[in-house]
């Protein structure tokens, strides 16, 4: 069946840092790989995806490439802020008879240190 | 933008009684889950409904479980007789045609 492994944490980081929170994943078929992330107290929110091998899905810059060699989606940003400071789930998606029910993984606590 | 609202945000019930969570999907949106969270673990899948009906659901959704779209907005999770073991974070999500979803910010559910 599909997993999603990330790496524990919390990770904790002064700001300005360079952060990288790794995840990798086993699935049948060519899933999406997302990223979710969740603020205090609020909902899981889509950070960014990617669909095919080598994409770079990027956004509020974060970015992830869709490695299929390693079947790794590791998340980067190269120096963080204090308000990035959240929960981020790495998920693949795989469609399944027009099913899309993500695969979430643990969960990554960072906090950012100012 | 158009959000997911989900409430209460934590109820906290006795064990052996009815629980209902409340979800409001996105207007447009035509597929529906309910996802649950316990602390420290995974999320994980509960139950999918599309088309006024169950499309699919998990091991863990057993007959203590239903949802219900009553009125054509809400989406409701009733657990008929709450363990302890159900205290989790319960998230609803919908999405359009395609392969996001979109989440609420969950309801906290403690059941002493």
């Known amino acids: 069946g599909n997993s999603v492994t990330q790496m524990e944490g919390p990770v904790t980081l002064s700001e300005e840092a360079f952060l990288t929170i790794n995840c990798t994943y086993t699935?049948?078929?060519?899933?999406?790989l997302f990223w979710y992330v969740q603020y205090p107290g609020e909902g899981l929110q889509l950070l960014l995806k990617?669909?095919?091998?080598?994409d770079k899905g990027s956004n509020k810059g974060f970015e992830a490439t869709y490695r299929k060699e390693t079947t790794s989606f590791h998340l980067e940003k190269g120096s963080v802020q204090v308000s990035d400071s959240a929960v981020y789930f790495c998920?693949?998606?795989?469609?399944?008879?027009?099913?899309?029910?993500?695969?979430f993984g643990r969960g990554t606590s960072l906090i950012v240190h100012p | 933008e158009p959000e997911v609202t989900q409430t209460p945000s934590h109820q906290v019930t006795q064990m052996g009684q009815e629980v209902i969570l409340r979800c409001v999907p996105i207007?447009?949106?035509?597929?529906f889950y309910w996802y649950r969270q316990i602390l420290g673990q995974k999320v994980e899948f509960l139950v999918s409904f599309y088309n006024n009906e169950i499309s699919e659901k998990s091991e863990i959704f057993d007959d203590q479980f239903s949802v219900e779209r009553p009125d054509g907005s809400n989406f409701t999770l009733k657990i008929r007789s709450t363990k302890l073991e159900d205290s989790a974070m319960y998230f609803c999500?919908?999405?359009?045609?395609?392969?996001?979803?979109?989440f609420g910010a969950g309801t906290r559910l403690s059941v002493l």
């Open positions: 999500a919908s999405r359009p045609q395609g392969n996001i979803q979109y």
């Open positions: 990617a669909t095919k091998a080598d």
């Open positions: 207007s447009n949106h035509l597929y």
């Open positions: 699935a049948t078929g060519y899933p999406s």
């Open positions: 998920a693949l998606s795989a469609s399944s008879g027009g099913s899309y029910i993500p695969t």
